[in-house]
């Protein structure tokens, strides 16, 4: 078991990797090879895509939410890099 720091350290680390990990989902290469000026952005705008997002995390983000990563302080931080829904229960 890790240190409560290092516990806390690899906690803060840990939306920015999944964030990392989610971004790749959509390559910006595809539609400047198609010649959609702005499609990236517009893609990964969508809603549709981002509800995907977070549909597509569900298990990892229970998990981590079950594990006490993802927590009532943190949750925020998840929630405004859209991993996670709003409307997602928090374990206590």
Known sequence: M???DERAAAADFAPHAVALVAARTVDPDVYDTLGLAGGYEAATANPHHQARIVD???KLT????????IDADRR???EALGLVGSADPVAA
Do not use: H, I
């Not at 229970?62 to 990563?69: A, D, N, Y």
């Open 2 to 4: 890790l240190p409560a």
């Open 56 to 58: 597509g995390l569900a």
């Open 62 to 69: 229970t998990f981590l939410t079950e594990l006490g990563v």
């Open 76 to 78: 925020p931080q998840w």
